[in-house]
């Protein structure tokens, strides 16, 4: 069996146990919708950053609602985490900038730049009503 596509909504308090729980549960998917070693670390690696990304700045290190969905059409995969926390205005940070280092991001950013390397593309917009929306695409 292979998953297409796979999709949670989980209210996660800001403690290593709910943190673990989470992420096991969206390595469970990952590990079904590829068996690729390198697919497997890179959305591993975004969902992890992207995660603790919704909880400290999202929701000030505070409990919060994250969601987790991934697809699968062809050779690419997407994964989209998203959160109702304060919101991240993007253009604070250019990630199209050509020699974006960690020299550049003034203590900021740098799970962004992770995901950035890792990852084929990386849209960040507002998630509606409220918070951000984090869509990242892997060729497998």
């Known amino acids: 069996?292979?998953?297409l596509s796979y999709k949670l909504n989980?209210?996660?308090p800001f403690d290593k146990d709910s943190i673990e729980k989470f992420?096991?549960?969206?390595e469970d998917a990952i590990n079904n919708i590829t068996s690729d070693e390198k697919t497997v670390?890179?959305?591993?690696?975004?969902t992890h950053e992207l995660l603790i990304n919704s909880l400290e700045h999202g929701y000030g290190k505070n409990a919060g609602e994250v969601c987790f969905s991934?697809?699968?059409k062809g050779n690419i995969i997407q994964l989209e985490v998203?959160?109702?926390?304060?919101?991240?205005?993007?253009?604070i940070l250019d990630l199209e900038e050509q020699n974006l280092n960690q020299d550049s991001l003034?203590?900021?950013?740098?799970?962004?730049?992770?995901?950035?390397k890792l990852c084929d593309n990386i849209q960040i917009t507002p998630n509606t009503p409220r918070g951000t929306k984090v869509i990242v695409s892997?060729?497998?």
Do not use: P
């Open 70 to 72: 991934m697809s699968k």
């Open 23 to 26: 992420l096991f549960v969206c």
């Open 82 to 91: 998203s959160d109702e926390g304060k919101g991240f205005d993007a253009s």
């Open 106 to 116: 003034r203590g900021r950013g740098w799970g962004l730049l992770i995901i950035k």
């Open 1 to 3: 069996m292979q998953i």
């Open 138 to 140: 892997i060729t497998n």
């Open 10 to 12: 989980a209210y996660i």
């Open 41 to 46: 670390f890179k959305l591993k690696s975004a």
